[in-house]
């Protein structure tokens, strides 16, 4: 019977529902007979890791230190097998600013942008409204701003004392339409999920994680063409980042009445939410895999040096 430690908790602003994921997947994985330790990940984590030698770490975290190539790292040291991606990509993919030219260069339609630092952005209007702000490293949505068209003044809040998302950030033109996602489970690209948010038009923290906070239309009612886009291109942004396990990408996909019929790809999250709410489980259970099959095939699937 293989040992399995799932990783969750930490100290990110995601703890919430890195606590979330990893429950639920320990007790999947229990349930489907595997010898199962929670571990609440703390700055000792090394020392817990070495004594506890699980055969394999099921990966839960969410964020800096979880989803950025420091515990992917930590573990390759201990020779720990373990879930989802490896230290480059998911380093790679957690920089949404580096991703997005590895993406690019592979094919992946990307949002035009550039990075500014926040007090660039509070001060006067690094592109020409509508646009989006987001952290160049955070996950969530933490941190995003979105600066509408009628927003005469450039936002200030990011400016505060106590803004706790970094300095840097990425600005992006601002696609209306609709928000799609689709996973990725090793090779494969699975079927894409159309989000729609229960209230606003924006896929906040709220409509992410609050039961009834989104609508999602699986599979998502799109033209067969640009259905097999959304698919490709997650699988090429998967393979261009070098990611391994189930990633999921976000695009956003303007075809409302007059608009451009851009799909732009946003981001690959290397450690999709696997919460009751979470989108890969449920297009993984339209693949036909059950919850606990999902993470049987993680743990399975899990090495080093990936």
């Known amino acids: 019977m293989k040992h399995v430690a799932v990783l969750m908790g930490g100290s990110s602003a995601e703890r919430p529902v890195s606590l979330s994921t990893g429950r639920a997947c320990a007790a999947a994985l229990a349930g489907e007979g595997f010898r199962v330790t929670e571990v609440d990940v703390t700055p000792d984590v090394a020392h817990d890791l070495a004594a506890l030698a699980p055969d394999v770490a099921f990966n839960a975290l969410h964020g800096p230190m979880g989803e950025d190539g420091r515990i992917q790292g930590l573990l390759e040291y201990l020779r720990i097998p373990y879930t989802h991606s490896g230290v480059l990509a998911s380093a790679l993919a957690m920089q949404k600013d580096k991703a997005k030219i590895v993406m690019a260069a592979a094919g992946v339609p990307v949002a035009t942008g550039l990075v500014c630092t926040r007090f660039e952005a509070a001060r006067r209007h690094v592109l ?47 696609v209306a339409g609709r928000e799609l996602t689709c996973a990725v489970m090793g090779d494969r690209a699975l079927d894409v999920i159309d989000i729609r948010p229960a209230t606003g038009a924006f896929y906040d923290y709220d409509a ?65 939410g696997m919460t009751p709410t979470s989108l890969v489980p449920e297009i993984a259970a339209h693949a036909g895999y059950s919850f606990g099959e999902l993470v049987r095939w993680m743990v399975e699937d899990a090495s080093l040096n990936r």
Do not use: M
């Not at 160049?136 to 400016?159: K, L, M, N, T, Y």
């Open 208 to 272: 992410k994680y609050a039961a009834g906070g989104s609508i999602h239309v699986l599979p998502a009612d799109l033209k067969p063409k640009i259905y097999h886009q959304v698919q490709e291109s997650a699988l090429t942004a998967h393979q261009a980042l070098g990611c391994r396990g189930v990633t999921r990408t976000d695009f956003r996909y303007d075809d409302g009445p007059g608009g451009t019929g851009k799909l732009v790809a946003l981001e690959v999250n290397t450690q999709p």
């Open 128 to 174: 020409p409204p509508p646009y989006v702000l987001k952290p160049v490293a955070e996950g969530s949505s933490f941190g995003v701003v979105i600066v509408r068209e009628d927003r005469s003044h450039p936002p200030q809040e990011i400016a505060r004392d106590d803004w706790p998302y970094g300095d840097v950030l990425l600005a992006e033109e601002y």
